[in-house]
């Protein structure tokens, strides 16, 4: 069973339902997460609504509903999902997808496909490279600032070259959900950063090249705005600041410093 965790805060007017119920129809072997981080909008109310209609369309794919009472964060929602997940004796991986659906929930095919190739792997990072028969659509403007901000990450706290850190699709083994979601984030914005680091923490850059692998995405579609204001592009330097600072200390804490 795979758990897929979806993040919502204010999707209310955003969400696209009909895209969503044409997924539905072709997954197997799920268990949809909707986490609703707080929303002051109608998300609750749209999300109890998805549920009742998504028994006539595939009665085979559960789907579960976290309201929090407040809102935490994307990171923080994320995990508040993969800690109720754990608690399902019959979830052996969990995943994580963007509520635009900017990377389609049918690409949990190809990702689980790239983690059953090789059984040392833990983590599948959805990666956003453009090649022959993908269809990667971005703008200029976030493909060059995502490519700024993986030269500065993989130049200063990764200690493998990673691509794209920050694609919103990602699929991970129930043991390593245990490791890398067991404490609050740091950062709000850059924990799939955090996430990475985590693992550094704990393996050797041998393993990690061994439990870590990045799957070209075969869908990835551009959707509207991020919700990451200029104020918290700001703040990016500090965070990675306190990534840094975090993974430096539980170094030393582990003898490894």
């Known amino acids: 069973m795979i758990d897929i965790i979806i993040p919502c805060y204010n999707e209310a007017a955003r969400f696209n339902k009909k895209l969503f119920f ?15 981080d707080g929303s002051t909008d109608g998300t609750r109310e749209m999300l109890n609504q998805i549920k009742t209609e998504s028994i006539s369309i595939n009665e085979k794919t559960p789907i579960t509903i ?10 923080e929602a994320i995990r508040e999902g993969v800690l109720f997940s754990m608690q399902n004796p019959k979830t052996e991986n969990i995943a994580y997808f963007d509520a635009d659906f900017s990377t389609p929930l049918t690409e949990i095919t190809n990702l689980y496909r790239a983690m059953k190739e090789d059984t040392k792997r833990e983590m599948i990072l959805g990666s956003r490279i453009k090649k022959a028969g993908s ?4 703008s200029q403007m976030r493909h060059y600032s995502g490519r700024i901000m993986a030269t500065i990450v993989n130049n200063t706290i990764l200690k493998i070259p990673i691509y794209d850190t920050q694609c919103g699709a990602k699929l991970i083994t129930k043991r390593c959900a245990e490791i890398i979601f067991s404490e609050p984030f740091v950062s709000r914005w850059l924990f799939d950063i955090e996430l990475i680091s985590r693992l550094q923490v704990r393996y050797s850059k041998k393993s990690l090249k061994e439990i870590m692998y990045e799957q070209p995405l075969k869908t990835w579609v551009e959707m509207g705005d991020s919700k990451i ?29």
Do not use: W
């Open 135 to 138: 269809t990667i659509e971005r």
């Open 66 to 75: 976290l309201n929090l009472d407040k809102n935490m964060g994307k990171a």
């Open 22 to 36: 044409s997924y539905l129809e072709n997954l197997e072997q799920v268990h949809i997460i909707f986490v609703n």
């Open 229 to 257: 204001r200029f104020k918290d592009l700001l703040r990016i330097p500090y965070q990675l600041f306190l990534i840094y600072k975090k993974q430096t200390n539980d170094e030393k804490n582990l003898g490894k410093g």
